[in-house]
T-cell receptor, first 117, second 112 residues
Framework: GAVVSQHPSWVICKSGTSVKIECRSL??????MFWYRQFPKQSLMLMAT?????????EQGVEKDKFLINHASLTLSTLTVTSAHPEDSSFYIC?????????????FGPGTRLTVT | SQQGEEDPQALSIQEGENATMNCSYK?????LQWYRQNSGRGLVHLIL?????REKHSGRLRVTLDTSKKSSSLLITASRAADTASYFC????????????FGKGTKLSVKP
């Protein structure tokens, strides 16, 4: 149980275009999901907290107009990178917290590698 | 922002040896978690230790937590080549969000 999927697993796009990444909790409901970004050989940096039915909470320094988050259901959150630039190339990982677990454990997706050319 | 630091940044050992990784953090925490990441993959949750716990075991893993020193250690006993990965500690602040803040990680290489 507690599986989180991400789609796509990798994507290459041209500079200036937008890319949508999906994060799904497959066998549990997740009111709260998190989006992280990881540059090569670095740690995960929390970008934003996604809350079902309300606006996402962005970390300091993360542009909310550039990284659009939609959490329209209890099993799906999407991250849209708008007007992507090469510096947005990174590994994007989502995680979800099981509403019924009562704990703080987060289940991570396999990640999406974005390359902007 | 980064919560803490792991040390060492990289660790190379022989199969069968024990591997110890340390993590320090800066603020008060609700719990501390250790994760493993194989190269280019997602994270796998290894173990969670709450702020009122001092030690926890799970298979070949042993985690300690010293809240007075704001530090934790992860010990992997009898390491295997398959343990080769990056290991991250992550701390959760209190509150409803439970955001995880990750350390910089230790890259462990276990040579057969």
């Amino acid at each position: 149980g507690a599986v989180v999927s991400q789609h796509p697993s990798w994507v290459i796009c041209k500079s200036g275009t937008s890319v949508k990444i999906e994060c799904r909790s497959l066998d549990f409901q997740a009111t709260t999901m998190f989006w992280y970004r990881q540059f090569p050989k670095q740690s995960l940096m929390l970008m934003a907290t996604s809350n079902e039915g309300s606006k996402a909470t962005y970390e300091q320094g993360v542009e909310k107009d550039k990284f659009l988050i939609n959490h329209a259901s209890l099993t799906l959150s999407t991250l849209t990178v708008t007007s992507a630039h090469p510096e947005d190339s990174s590994f994007y990982i989502c995680s979800a917290r099981d509403d019924t677990s009562g704990g703080y454990e987060q289940y991570f997706g396999p990640g999406t590698r974005l390359t902007v050319t | 922002s980064q919560q803490g630091e792991e040390d060492p940044q990289a660790l190379s050992i022989q199969e069968g040896e024990n591997a110890t990784m340390n993590c320090s953090y800066k603020t008060s925490i609700n719990n501390l978690q250790w994760y493993r990441q194989n190269s280019g993959r997602g994270l796998v949750h290894l173990i969670l230790i709450r702020s009122n716990e001092r030690e926890k075991h799970s298979g070949r893993l042993r985690v300690t937590l010293d809240t007075s020193k704001k530090s934790s250690s992860l010990l992997i006993t009898a390491s295997r080549a398959a343990d080769t990965a990056s290991y991250f500690c992550a701390t959760a602040r209190g509150g409803s969000q439970g955001n995880l803040i990750f350390g910089k990680g230790t890259k462990l290489s276990v040579k057969p």
